[in-house]
């Protein structure tokens, strides 16, 4: 059984900075591209951020692009995501999600399995 579990997320000023953590488990977790999405309240999930198995290609939603960052540790079966200047914009909760093959994917098909979500909140 394939478990994603997100960590990290809270409330924070504008300005500041969060990383978020998951942790895959059920599954070959190098092989496999992930992502991350996000769902504010009366809107459609987002893409914000995807990495492929071996870390070498990314690539950003055009809103969070020079602000985030993410990265994975294949020997520790965890993905990141490095959030600076937070803007209250970025309110969502925040979805990892591991994809059906090892290269990126921007859209939610492109990817399997799905964590529970994890809030981030920005105050102004």
Same mark, same amino acid.
């Given at each position: 059984q394939v478990q994603l579990v997100e960590s990290g997320?809270?409330?924070v000023q504008a300005g500041g900075s969060?990383?978020?953590s998951?942790?895959?488990?059920?599954?070959?977790?190098?092989s496999y591209a992930m992502g991350w999405f996000?769902?504010?309240?009366?809107k459609e999930r987002e893409f914000?951020?995807?990495i492929s198995?071996?870390?070498?290609? #990314?690539?950003?939603?055009? =809103?969070?692009?020079?602000?985030?960052?993410?990265?994975?540790d294949n020997a520790k079966n965890t993905v990141y995501l490095q959030m600076n200047s937070l803007k209250p914009e970025d309110t969502a909760v925040y979805y990892c999600a591991a994809g059906n093959t090892g290269t990126i994917r921007i859209?939610?098909?492109g990817y399997a399995y799905w964590g529970?979500? #994890?809030?981030?909140?920005? =105050?102004?």
């Open positions: 997320g809270g409330l969060l990383r978020l998951c942790e895959c488990s059920g599954r070959t977790f190098s996000r769902e504010a309240p009366g914000v951020a995807t198995w071996t870390g070498s290609n #990314t690539y950003y939603a055009d =809103s969070v692009k020079g602000r985030f960052t993410i990265s994975r859209t939610p098909p529970q979500g #994890t809030q981030v909140t920005v =105050s102004s």
